[in-house]
């Protein structure tokens, strides 16, 4: 058809000419838009809604398609942790735990702060503040397996540097 077709007034509007939608506008610039109609206090919202949330049976997600192949995902997974997920890497970049937990780079990969070219895991071009009131813990799997501490000794700022558990320090 070379008509436009609006239903229910400036709700949803098909731009046929332009293979166009709008909601919430009766000109859409985009292949989709949706407008709020310019209320301060009027968000954009885009639910996307999955009848078995909770029952580990299915997610929520947004796809992100390169012709017919998926390339990018960002939703939610069955185990309700939020992810953006490389289709092409076959791997989590991004995920937040349903617990909090913030997961980067699960599958290969560096983290960059301040550089575009990471060459280790955690790769940070500029200064860097660890606070912390225990210790900084190398090597090993977990802090009662860790092979060297650096940790304060007391509230003068001291510190000490040496092997964890009955092991000599500095």
């Not at 070379?2 to 293979?19: G, P």
């Not at 954009?44 to 929520?60: E, F």
């Amino acid at each position: 058809t070379s008509a436009n077709t609006s239903l229910t007034s400036d709700v949803v509007y098909i731009d046929d000419a332009n293979s166009s939608v709008g909601i919430g506008t009766n000109s859409p610039s985009e292949k989709l838009e949706i407008s709020t109609g310019g209320g301060v206090f009027e968000p954009a919202v885009i639910a996307l809604t999955s009848n078995n949330d909770g029952a580990g049976a299915a997610g929520s997600y947004i796809y992100f398609k390169d012709n017919t192949s998926v390339k990018w995902q960002i939703g939610k997974n069955v185990a309700q942790d939020f992810i953006i997920y490389d289709n092409t890497a076959n791997g989590n970049k991004f995920r937040i735990l349903d617990n909090g937990d913030i997961l980067l780079g699960e599958v290969g990969g560096n983290v960059g702060i301040a550089t575009t070219s990471p060459n280790y895991k955690l790769d940070v071009a500029g200064s860097v503040r660890i606070e912390s009131t225990s210790a900084l813990n190398f090597g090993g799997t977990a802090a009662a397996s860790s092979t060297w501490q650096i940790q304060t000794a007391n509230s003068q700022a001291d510190f000490q540097i040496g092997e964890t558990q009955t092991g000599p320090r500095m």
